[in-house]
């Protein structure tokens, strides 16, 4: 989801800025760097989740005038590359998309809290809490993790971008997307389904590039 700066009071996006900078410096202090450098593939994942996130997004629609909505991916890319690099490349990536549909730079922190941060965190929990339960095989992953995880994330970047309005007193359309709540499964499919798909796919052809999935807990090897 992007906001136009317009709609988006100058404080809020300070703040919202602020509070960027604030998770993206010790992200990026204690981000594995040498081990990233020392696999190539992880390299290559880094640079196609950059790639992929910057596509998918540029296929999106406006709700209203101002608003953008697009798939997120988000799922994925913190699956396979870990939370930190993704909130990295969220980052890259939000400020690409400002400049590509020719918005202000300092516009892509609001789109990142709610489209990134608060997506990959989520995803990330769930991938925890899956660890945690007793049961254990390939499709709680891919459906857990996967489409769930695409789902719940959905639903967060919904919250998120209804907080978003509202701090921007925009509380006309916070109503009518309320009063429309059952719209939300439109998005949640969708996002849960591609998340799964395009993780299931990796996972079949290529285990050791998802960071997340555990080959021992969830098809019982060694």
């Not at 965190?121 to 769930?126: E, F, G």
Request: aromatic share 10%; net charge neutral.
């Amino acid at each position: 989801m992007f906001l136009d700066a317009a709609l988006i009071p100058p404080t809020l996006t300070w703040w919202c800025l602020a509070l960027a900078v604030l998770v993206l410096l010790p992200t990026a202090r204690f981000a594995q760097w040498q081990a990233m450098a020392s696999i190539p593939l992880r390299q290559h994942l880094l640079l196609a989740s950059l790639v992929f996130l910057v596509v998918l997004w540029l296929i999106s629609v406006r709700v209203f005038d101002g608003l953008w909505l697009h798939f997120m991916g988000i799922t994925t890319v913190t699956l396979l590359v870990g939370w930190r690099f993704t909130v990295l490349l969220g980052a890259v990536a939000s400020c690409g998309y400002a400049l590509l549909i020719d918005q202000p730079i300092t516009a892509a922190a609001p789109a990142w809290l709610v489209t990134v941060l608060i997506p990959a965190s989520l995803s990330r929990l769930l991938v925890f809490w899956l660890r945690r339960r007793p049961q254990s095989n390939l499709f709680i992953y891919l459906l857990g993790a996967g489409f769930g995880g695409g789902a719940l994330s959905a639903l967060g970047l919904a919250a998120g971008g209804l907080l978003l309005l509202e701090l921007s007193g925009d509380h006309s359309r916070v109503m009518a997307a309320l009063e429309n709540w059952p719209l939300m499964t439109l998005i949640m499919f969708p996002e849960g389904f591609i998340n799964g798909m395009v993780l299931s796919v990796i996972v079949v052809l290529n285990p050791e590039a998802v960071k997340t999935f555990d080959s021992d807990k969830y098809m019982g090897e060694g």
